[in-house]
């Protein structure tokens, strides 16, 4: 397994912007796929979206779609997401998650990050 630590949360206007960065540490990252779910209060943690290991396919929930973009930097170890028009409902603690194999099962990630938070207001 890799392990994830996540950074760039914080609190942001509707309509803004942030971009999260997954760290990871293992020599076998450059290998797994990897993508970012989400937890609200009093919700369950949901997909947002995953990216292949080679960084050149990718999947979003309908939610996000054409406003979140996911990528990757193998040589950095490095998984982003760039949120733009950000809502209210977008707020959650955002994971990191990793995984060998393919990246569109987004049930079967199982490397996880501590989370950060990110708090649109309105």
């Known amino acids: 397994q890799v392990q994830l630590v996540e950074s760039g949360g914080g609190l942001v206007q509707a309509g803004g912007s942030l971009r999260l960065s997954c760290a990871a540490s293992g020599r076998t990252f450059s290998s797994y796929a990897a993508g970012w779910f989400r937890q609200a209060p009093g919700k369950e943690r949901e997909f947002v979206a995953a990216i292949s290991w080679t960084g050149t396919s990718w999947t979003y929930a309908d939610s996000v779609k054409g406003r979140f973009i996911i990528s990757r930097d193998n040589a950095k170890k490095t998984v982003y997401l760039q949120m733009n028009s950000l809502k209210p409902e977008d707020t959650g603690v955002y994971y990191c998650?990793?995984?060998?194999?393919?990246?569109?099962?987004?049930?079967?990630?199982?490397?996880w990050g501590q989370g950060t938070q990110v708090t649109v207001s309105s």
């Open positions: 998650a990793g995984k060998q194999g393919n990246y569109y099962d987004t049930r079967t990630f199982d490397s």
